[in-house]
């Protein structure tokens, strides 16, 4: 059975920093692509950061600069380094990971089969 489990978000003001884990079992973690993406209440998950099976990453615009996603295969886990962090991260972030090696669009939620259950960050101003 596959599980994804977030960790390592908690309360920062602006321009702090932030590490989230994810800690995969039942799949490798560089077998797929995988992803990070935010929610607030009310609004729609949206993209954050995605790294593929190859190791390309890509991130959204308004994280570009400041996120770094990478990935620790000896530990299974997937990461998001954030820095420089802004009020507006503020969200619940979710870890996924697709099923197929062939990665699909990687900002794409519904391209994304396995998800964890969230970690909260919260920025202050």
């Known amino acids: 059975q596959v599980q994804l489990v977030e960790s390592g978000g908690g309360l920062v003001q602006a321009g702090g920093s932030l590490r989230l884990s994810c800690r995969t079992s039942?799949?490798?973690?560089?077998?797929?692509?995988m992803g990070w993406f935010r929610q607030d209440p009310g609004k729609d998950r949206e993209f954050a950061a995605a790294?593929?099976?190859?190791?390309?990453?890509y991130y959204a615009d308004s994280v570009k600069g400041r996120f770094t996603i990478s990935r620790d295969n000896a530990e299974n886990t997937l990461y998001l380094q954030m820095n420089n962090l802004e009020p507006e991260d503020t969200a619940l972030y979710y870890c996924?990971?697709?099923?197929?090696?062939?990665?699909?669009?990687?900002?794409?939620?519904?391209?994304?089969?396995?998800w964890g259950r969230g970690t909260q960050v919260t920025v202050s101003s």
């Open positions: 996924a990971a697709q099923a197929t090696p062939a990665t699909l669009l990687v900002d794409r939620t519904v391209n994304y089969r396995y």
């Open positions: 039942g799949r490798t973690v560089g077998s797929t692509a």
């Open positions: 790294i593929t099976n190859l190791g390309t990453t």
